[in-house]
């Protein structure tokens, strides 16, 4: 074949060997790059691709409850090389699926270096890849090579890509008590697309912040890995917690601060303090925590946060968190297919798309291997459909997010794991196969199996052959 046949995949963690296993399933060559061992980086120890650097488990494998499940499913009906190789070496772990991290990373090395269009190279490709290579897929996940991490920033002008990345919570709307919460912008000021009422605020008074600031100052936090511990915070994006520590009307002079609002339940009352929160998709089903960055452990945030004035039923898409990551502000990069807008050449797959988790890392890198593909065939691969987990993924890191101007959005996008709030709605059955209502809690489990059941059947449709492929533009 010829140079120009190929395709390259930077990086063989998760996504890279994944996008590699897809698009040499489909027919194309692949040359996957991936430096180790001739390079290190701090958190890997072995040379193996598709190497788990953190947890052995892949979380939830219910796909009729979990979103994370459900993803699990749709990859399985791809033909996904990482859910193969999971399901062969799992370990148990009752409803999880958890594997034997080294079976697992020997099993996809071995099937990658067998199969005969995939050749592995063991080699860092430092700054941008060669103008030669016309169909590139970058994945190379948290830990992009410095010279590849500068030459991305040159490219896109974009602000560092390495340094503590500070998470806000994330929080599903119809969980959040609208009779003590309320809608409006701050003197009902309408940004660019906005009505006046953008922010959901959350009113405390004095008690009730006092008590918030010390439940937060006493709460357990998340200790720093070794290889994290030298990159200092994001300036603009400090934690909540740290802000706090800098005396204790921080907060209320700065992100819970009260002034242009008024409480329409207590007329003629001011809030003591105000937490917003902000539409996090175009979807509206999920809204983040402005300012609310924190390295507080993910029980602490839900107990701390939970003492909120209508978050006391909080259920959370996304805890926050804080640790070194290396990621694209994709939706302003990034088009729909994951090619870099800049240079259509590349294309990004993985954690540095801006998804969190193993599984949400491979899914990307799935999708990436097949639209690669399809550009080498000189086709164009049709979008999964937005109902599905596949399909919620990529809308979210390439367009989903955006709920405002995209200078509004420029740093307020921020990895997600998947859960159904990046679904489109859907209403709950009211009554079940026996014509008995269903009420209060079985009411979410029953949306969620619905939502899970559509999902799946429109992955079918998507997967056969007059969904799989769209003509070449």
Request: hydrophobic share 40%.
């Amino acid at each position: 074949m010829e140079q120009s046949d190929t395709i390259h995949v930077i990086g063989g963690g998760l996504a890279g060997s994944e996008a590699a296993w897809q698009a040499a399933t489909a027919g194309v060559p692949v040359v996957l790059h991936e430096m180790r061992p001739v390079r290190g980086t701090d958190a890997h120890h072995t040379d193996g691709l598709a190497e788990l650097v953190c947890s052995n488990s892949f979380r939830s494998d219910d796909w009729e409850n979990n979103a994370v499940g459900l993803l699990h499913e749709e990859m399985r009906r791809c033909h996904s090389l990482i859910m193969s190789a999971a399901d062969k070496h799992k370990l148990p772990a009752g409803g999880a699926l958890a594997v034997d991290r080294d079976a697992f990373s020997a099993e996809v090395t071995a099937r990658l270096d067998a199969h005969p269009l995939i050749t592995i190279a063991r080699e860092e490709v430092a700054g941008l890849p060669p103008a030669a290579w016309d169909n590139v897929i970058v994945a190379t996940g948290p830990l992009t090579s410095p010279s590849l991490s500068a030459a991305i920033i040159s490219l896109t002008g974009a602000d560092s890509l390495a340094f503590f990345d500070a998470i806000a919570p994330v929080i599903h709307y119809d969980s959040i008590d609208q009779s003590r919460a309320w809608k409006q912008s701050r003197y009902d000021k309408a940004g660019p697309g906005g009505t006046g009422a953008d922010y959901l605020n959350c009113p405390m008074d004095k008690p009730q912040y006092e008590a918030f600031i010390d439940a937060m100052l006493a709460a357990e936090k998340t200790v720093f890995k070794e290889w994290e511990a030298n990159t200092p915070y994001f300036d603009g994006c400090l934690p909540v917690e740290v802000m706090a520590e800098r005396g204790r009307e921080t907060l209320r002079f700065g992100p819970l601060k009260p002034v242009g609002l008024a409480n329409p339940h207590e007329a003629g009352k001011r809030p003591y303090a105000v937490v917003q929160l902000r539409q996090d998709n175009a979807l509206g089903t999920l809204w983040n925590m402005v300012g609310f960055q924190t390295k507080m452990k993910h029980a602490e945030q839900v107990r701390v946060f939970r003492m909120i004035p209508g978050l006391e039923t909080a259920e959370f898409a996304r805890l926050g968190g804080l640790h070194r990551n290396t990621f694209l502000n994709a939706p302003t990069l990034l088009d729909g297919q994951l090619r870099l807008k800049a240079m259509p050449r590349l294309r990004f797959a993985g954690q540095i798309t801006g998804v969190e988790g193993y599984i949400e890392s491979a899914a990307i890198g799935l999708l990436a291997g097949r639209f690669a593909a399809a550009d080498r065939r000189g086709e164009r691969h049709a979008l999964p459909p937005a109902t599905t987990a596949l399909g919620a993924l990529i809308g979210h890191i390439t367009g989903g997010h955006l709920v405002g101007t995209e200078e509004e959005a420029k740093g307020s996008f921020q990895p997600m794991n998947i859960n159904y709030g990046l679904l489109p709605a859907l209403d709950p059955p009211t009554h079940d196969a026996n014509g008995k209502p269903i009420k209060g809690r079985d009411r979410g489990f029953a949306k969620k199996r619905a939502m899970s059941r559509r999902a799946l059947a429109d992955l079918d449709l998507w997967l056969g052959a007059a969904g799989q492929k769209v003509a070449a533009e």
